[in-house]
C-alpha cells in the first residue's frame, strides 16, 4: 500500500505498495488536514468505488528537485518507492498517510485493498519534470497562462499588497501553482487516472488550459502530453 454511471456531485499493517492499473481514479487531497475529513473521504470512497476499479488518494506535497526519480518513469508505476522509503517521504506525508490509511481501514477489507494513497513524490519522475520544465517555459514566455497563474495565487490569499507581486515569495508561489498543474497532467493523463475528484471547483488555471484558451500559445495539453486529453475533473461535495 503506498503512503491512494452517474454519480451526485456538487459545484497495525505495514505500508505496501500494489500496483496502479489503468481504469482508476484519483482524489486529490490537500496537505493540511479539515476537520471533517474523514466524513468526507468515507462519503468519497462510498460514492466512486462502485464507479471505478479502485481510488487513489493523492496527498499535496512539495517536490524537491533531489526527488525526481528518471526510474520509475522509465520502470513503471508497479515499481514506486512504499512511503516509508525515507528519500521520498517525509514526517509530515508520513503522518498524513497514516491518517488517511485510519480512515481506509473503515471500509469492508474488499474495499480497503481497492484504495491507495500516494503523494506527489511518488509521481516526481521524468515525465513530471519535462512537464513542469515546459510550464516553467511557458510562464515565463506566455503573458496569458503568466497572469492566470498570478490570478490563481491571488485568490487564494485575503489580501496582497501590489508591491510584493514581483517579489521572489510570489514567484515561489507561482511555481507551487505549476507543480499543481504539472502533477495533474502527470497522474490524469498518463497514468490512467482519468477521472479526478476534489473538494473544490476546478482551479483557474487547469480550467483554461482544458479550454484551450493557451491554445494560440502553442500551450494545451495534448502538446504537453503528446495525446489527446483524457481527464474529466469533477467536484465532490
Not at 519534470?129 to 511557458?138: P, S, W
Not at 510562464?139 to 496569458?144: A, D, R, V
Not at 485568490?155 to 507543480?179: F, K, Y
Not at 493557451?214 to 465532490?236: D, F, I, K, M, N
Request: hydrophobic share 40%; net charge neutral.
Amino acid at each position: 500500500m503506498l503512503p491512494s454511471r452517474q454519480a451526485h456531485f456538487e459545484p497495525s499493517e505495514a505500508p505496501r505498495l500494489h500496483t496502479l492499473p489503468s481504469g482508476r481514479c484519483f482524489l486529490g487531497v490537500s496537505a493540511r488536514a479539515t476537520p471533517d475529513e474523514a466524513v468526507w473521504l468515507l462519503r468519497g470512497f462510498a460514492q466512486l468505488l462502485p464507479r471505478h476499479d479502485g481510488v487513489l488518494v493523492l496527498l499535496e506535497a512539495d517536490v524537491e528537485a533531489d526527488q525526481l526519480s528518471p526510474a520509475v518513469a522509465l520502470a513503471g508505476l508497479s515499481n514506486l518507492q512504499a512511503a516509508t522509503d525515507p528519500s521520498r517521504t517525509t514526517a509530515h506525508i508520513l503522518n498524513r498517510w497514516q491518517e488517511i490509511d485510519s480512515v481506509r481501514r473503515r471500509l469492508e477489507r474488499v474495499e480497503q485493498s481497492r484504495v491507495q494513497i500516494a503523494a506527489w513524490p511518488h509521481f516526481a519522475d521524468a515525465v513530471f519534470a519535462t512537464l513542469r520544465d515546459k510550464l516553467v517555459t511557458a510562464f515565463t514566455n506566455n503573458m496569458g497562462f503568466r497572469g492566470d497563474v498570478l490570478r490563481q495565487w491571488i485568490n487564494g490569499q485575503r489580501s496582497v499588497e501590489p508591491h510584493t507581486l514581483t517579489s521572489p515569495e510570489v514567484r515561489a508561489a507561482c511555481l507551487r501553482q505549476i507543480d499543481a498543474l504539472a502533477m495533474r497532467l502527470r497522474v490524469a493523463e498518463l497514468s490512467g487516472h482519468h477521472a479526478e475528484y476534489g473538494r473544490d471547483a476546478e482551479t483557474l488555471v487547469a480550467s483554461r488550459m482544458y479550454s484551450g484558451s493557451y491554445a494560440e500559445e502553442g500551450l494545451t495539453v495534448e502538446a504537453l502530453v503528446s495525446q489527446p486529453a483524457q481527464r474529466v475533473y469533477r467536484r465532490l461535495a
